[in-house]
């Protein structure tokens, strides 16, 4: 058997807009632009990438479920994802919906604001994704037995801590630093766990697609169904099952149509299963698979960045003040919670936690840096940082600090 499991991860941030510092105690709007121009507003981006990138690309994988009985996918969504979704465009959740009814789509625990707040609070954690897990029960009907951390963000006390919640697997970056001789393309055991699986992302075939398949300056370009199955094929001799793990709007909005990226998704499905032995399996069939050793995460790995590490959003002192800022204000707002005061602060609290806030505060030079740049809704990191820290005031001022 050679397999590939395919998973898509889909998410939009609640964007703060430029937040003065005299809307402090006057305005508690923080997320809602009326300028539908405004490089903030949450509504044209969401529809721009809608347009761009969801609408195809589920029509691309609605197609070929119907196509193919063998092709199966697995999928995260994040909450604030699916709060804009219902807010503007309910019919892609009814699309999700759908497909997951199919049996044929398994859909990925995380966080539900995205956040990074396993490395500030682990109660917030454990409730975000609590919160997460019961968004999926009452829209989708489904209980996740899977797990991925915001950001693949992974090491042998996020391990732990998921099995703990109740998780079979969980996705993890295989990053040579950590496998050293070993194969992402097998199925291991986390250390320090008892039955916790680790599903490994194949970052050189992923970010192939999701990252060079539009650069004209690469060797391989341009790359073809052909030579990416001949690369499919030779990683099959090192471990069965490749996991490609690839953000959901790689099509259409990091790789323009006009690159050819829904072609070619759409002809490496039918041309890998019209071949005798090759599968496509969901990530709980792949953890089903004995796990072939144990696998430590020492230190924290992500999928970001050439460093692969947590420093995209906890690299420089903006990072650390905003966010360490944001956490110390989480007693006095749960307090307020608790006696109903301002019942909208502790949702304004949480959307703050979301990892792209601290993503957009960057200040990372080179192709990294131009990666951030291209991410962000803001002129520059410091105006990031400062509109971040005049909502810290203004919630301050809410909770009478």
Not at 254 to 272: C, K, N, P, V, Y
Request: hydrophobic share 40%; charged share 25%; aromatic share 16%.
């Amino acid at each position: 058997m050679r397999g590939i499991c395919l998973y898509l991860h889909i998410h939009q941030p609640w964007r703060f807009r430029a937040y003065s510092i005299f809307d402090v105690g006057n305005s508690d709007n923080y997320f809602l632009d009326g300028n539908y121009h405004s490089k903030q507003n949450n509504e044209r981006i969401f529809r721009k990438v809608a347009e761009k990138s969801y609408l195809p690309t589920f029509t691309l994988l609605e197609k070929n479920l119907k196509r193919h009985e063998g092709f199966k996918f697995s999928l995260s969504v994040t909450g604030v994802w699916l709060e804009q979704a219902e807010l503007w465009m309910p019919e892609l959740i009814e699309r999700l919906k759908k497909m997951v009814k199919t049996g044929r789509v398994e859909l990925v625990a995380e966080t539900y604001y995205h956040s990074m707040s396993f490395f500030y609070d682990r109660e917030e954690f454990e409730e975000q994704v609590r919160k997460q897990i019961t968004t999926f029960e009452r829209i989708f009907n489904v209980t996740p037995k899977v797990f991925r951390n915001t950001e693949l963000a992974y090491n042998d006390e996020v391990g732990a801590t998921v099995e703990k919640l109740g998780f079979n697997a969980c996705l993890a970056e295989g990053w040579d630093k950590v496998l050293g001789w070993r194969s992402p393309n097998f199925v291991y055991q986390a250390a320090g766990t008892k039955n916790l699986k680790l599903l490994l992302k194949n970052y050189r075939l992923s970010d192939d697609i999701a990252f060079r398949f539009s650069n004209k300056e690469w060797k391989d370009w341009p790359l073809t169904v052909e030579k990416y199955e001949t690369w499919l094929g030779g990683a099959c001799l090192d471990g069965n099952v490749i996991n490609l793990f690839i953000d959901f709007e790689t099509f259409g909005e990091h790789q323009w149509a006009e690159t050819g990226i829904f072609e070619f998704m759409d002809r490496l499905i039918e041309s890998w299963l019209a071949k005798f032995d090759n599968k496509f399996l969901t990530v709980s069939e792949e953890a089903a698979s004995p796990p072939v050793g144990e696998l430590s995460y020492p230190w924290t790995v992500t999928w970001a960045d050439t460093e692969r590490d947590l420093s995209a959003w906890m690299g420089n002192k903006l990072q650390d003040e905003a966010m360490r800022e944001l956490y110390a204000l989480k007693k006095e707002i749960l307090k307020a919670a608790s006696v109903g005061k301002d019942k909208n602060l502790l949702e304004d609290f949480r959307r703050l936690t979301t990892s792209d806030h601290a993503y957009y505060m960057c200040t990372k030079y080179w192709n990294d840096g131009d990666v951030h740049a291209y991410f962000s809704a803001y002129d520059s990191p410091y105006d990031a940082f400062m509109y971040f820290q005049n909502i810290l005031r203004s919630l301050q001022y809410r909770l009478g600090l």
